[in-house]
């Protein structure tokens, strides 16, 4: 069971990204999922999560407004669209999933790097 994540990169001050987590050998459909980040020196925190049917999702008040999760079932996706990016939002970005909401993260991605900076 694997969790690819991808679409990290350097990007300017206001600028966007869509990060993309993906499945391998299982079906992201019946998990709820989750994003993490972590900067270098700073302990993981969590950014945003979603229930496997996509009606429940919460942020990280420091994303709020400006980041927004999502959910393709039918691609086996879940992604995380971030808008008016600063340089506080660099970090590495790992995705999770979990059976639900209210249940530990039990699979990880390797993280995808996002760098904000002029």
């Known amino acids: 069971l694997q969790l690819v994540e991808s679409g990290g990169g350097l990007v300017q001050p206001g600028g966007s990204l869509r990060l993309s987590c993906a499945a391998s050998g299982f079906t992201l459909n019946y998990y709820a999922i989750g994003w993490f980040r972590q900067a270098p020196g700073k302990e993981r925190e969590g950014v945003s999560c979603i229930s496997s049917s996509g009606g429940s999702t919460n942020y990280a008040d420091s994303v709020k407004g400006r980041f927004t999760i999502s959910r393709d079932n039918a691609k086996n996706t879940v992604y995380l669209q971030m808008n008016s990016l600063k340089p506080e939002d660099t970090a590495v970005y790992s995705c999770?999933?979990?059976?639900?909401?209210?249940?530990?993260?039990?699979?990880w991605g390797q993280g995808t790097q996002v760098t904000v900076s002029s």
């Open positions: 999770a999933a979990a059976l639900t909401l209210e249940d530990p993260y039990d699979y």
